[in-house]
């Protein structure tokens, strides 16, 4: 059943908290108030996901973001092994300290549940968590200004993602990224990605690419992008060089196959992503653009 | 990172001190010569109430604040043979305790606090003659071992039921960070 944002049975508080060696997850035990503000912040969330009847476009990890945007990825992607672990997990430990040590915490989140039973997790980096018992805060308890020395945690107003019916909507990608540890993953999978890539792209030798991508990590996220397209197969060996030829990148070719030259690497990994492309609207006189953040636009027909 | 300290420290203590209330109940009536009814008789309701009184006090402090959380059951066994265990195994030597003189009053009152301690220790604090009037039978629930994330300890969830199902989510009320009640 699709989780009934309208009919909210139960809110747990919880927070991710730095190990020696993993992340911890753990509920922190929480009153009707603290439910509540919880429940106000995943309205926010839900209200700027959905707002005016924008589509939600799927997450890229080569894609540069803005700091809030409208995304999605199903929940059997491979960029979200770690959310997709946590939000099957039941019984988590119960711990009435888990702010004790506010410098240990990653993120903290908030499990709802429907009257199905369904689940819903919203997470939300902690950085205000962090930095609000830096201040001094003051309160007007009988008329005059004090300064409040318990340690105060500051709730946001809205989620960073929210995790429900198989995926994860995604409102700030940069909270996303962060707790997803989302750049650790892809480092791993760096040269595993080159090696599926290189099986789909029959046309391209990417022997010479393979220690370039291991070197930079923005050429992880590009090869981790490229990875998960499904049309690999499909490129053309005769317009991959016209559209290296029109952008500028230096290849070659060796026994049929084709591979960027020095210096061209990125630019031929941009390419393959879809993100660098030349325009030529003056006779002889090519421009060639990167796109580190684009969107598919519609073609009339 | 260290395990999270466990919450109810004090609590925990009075809950234990709230299923030895039938012990208390008994020797009120059974009486001692060490002491004049008007004092030991009070004692003893005051011992066997108070403590009962803080337990149900945590349990409407649950229900006002909601401090619920959903449990899911991996394996769960019904150990109403524990609560026979501590009525007759446990408390009967003390029922039958002589309290007539000074060092055996002391022995059993060092004895007993020997048992509060071991129940303290041992969260053994769901073993309550007031649950079970009150319908509940005592489960207790073994989380999966291979969830990565989730808790490894068994808890103990207080429920109107015959039984619990493998996959079934509870909705709970938390009485300690080891036992909870159902909604």
């Not at chain 1, 430990?93 to 993120?107: C, F, N, Q, R, Y």
């Not at chain 1, 996303?176 to 999978?189: L, N």
């Not at chain 1, 026994?255 to 020095?262: A, D, I, T, V």
């Not at chain 2, 003893?44 to 909601?66: D, E, Q, S, W």
């Amino acid at each position: 059943m699709p989780f009934n944002f309208d009919s909210i049975k139960s809110v747990e508080f919880g927070v991710c908290l730095e190990g020696d060696e993993n992340e911890t997850y753990r509920i922190v035990p929480s009153d009707k108030g603290v439910q509540t503000a919880l429940k106000e912040m995943l309205e926010a969330t839900r209200a700027q996901l959905f707002r005016d009847d924008e589509k939600l476009v799927e997450f890229s990890p080569a894609e540069k973001y803005g700091s809030t945007e409208r995304l999605y990825l199903s929940l059997d992607s491979e960029f979200v092994t770690k959310h997709r672990e946590i939000f099957a997990t039941e019984n988590l430990v119960t711990d009435t300290h888990g702010l004790a040590e506010p410098k240990h915490l990653i993120s903290y989140f908030a499990i709802f549940r429907d009257s199905n039973g369904d689940k819903l997790m919203g997470f939300r980096r902690a950085a205000q968590f962090k930095g609000v018992i830096k201040k001094n805060l003051v309160t007007f308890l009988d008329d005059t200004l004090k300064i409040v020395e318990d340690d105060l945690f500051k709730l946001d107003t809205d989620f960073d993602y929210i995790i429900y019916d198989d995926q994860v909507l995604i409102w700030r990608p940069s909270g996303f990224i962060f707790t997803a540890g989302m750049d650790e993953h892809i480092a791993a999978c760096a040269a595993a990605n080159v090696d599926l890539v290189s099986k789909e792209v029959a046309c391209v030798d990417f022997f010479g690419l393979k220690d370039f991508v291991l070197k930079h990590k923005l050429s992880m996220r590009l090869i981790a992008a490229i990875k998960s397209r499904d049309d690999l197969a499909d490129i053309s060996k005769r317009r991959l060089k016209a559209e290296c030829k029109e952008a500028g990148l230096k290849i070659s070719e060796i026994k049929g196959m084709l591979s960027p030259q020095e210096g061209s690497e990125y630019g031929f990994l941009m390419l393959l992503d879809r993100r660098r492309y030349t325009v030529t609207l003056i006779e002889k006189k090519p421009e060639t653009y990167e796109a580190p953040s684009r969107h598919a636009a519609a073609r009339a027909e | 990172m260290k395990p999270p300290k466990e919450a109810f420290q004090f609590t925990r203590l009075i809950m234990v001190l709230s299923s030895m209330a039938p012990l208390f109940l008994l020797w009120a009536v059974r009486g001692s010569s060490l002491l004049p009814n008007q004092y030991f008789i009070p004692g003893c309701l005051f011992m066997a109430i108070a403590p009962t009184g803080l337990l149900l006090l945590r349990v409407r402090a649950a229900k006002t604040a909601n401090d619920c959380q959903t449990k899911t059951v991996f394996r769960a066994d019904d150990h109403k043979d524990h609560i026979l265990v501590y009525l007759f195994a446990t408390l009967l030597p003390f029922y039958t305790a002589d309290l007539q003189n000074y060092r055996e009053s002391a022995a059993t009152l060092l004895a007993l606090a020997f048992i509060l301690f071991l129940f303290w220790h041992l969260n053994m604090h769901y073993m309550n003659l007031l649950f079970a009037l009150q319908g509940y039978r005592v489960f207790t629930v073994t989380p999966d071992a291979k969830d990565a994330h989730g808790s490894k300890t068994p808890f103990v969830i207080l429920a109107k039921r015959t039984a619990l199902t493998e996959g079934e989510a509870i909705e709970t009320y938390r009485l300690s960070d080891t036992v909870f009640i159902q909604k």
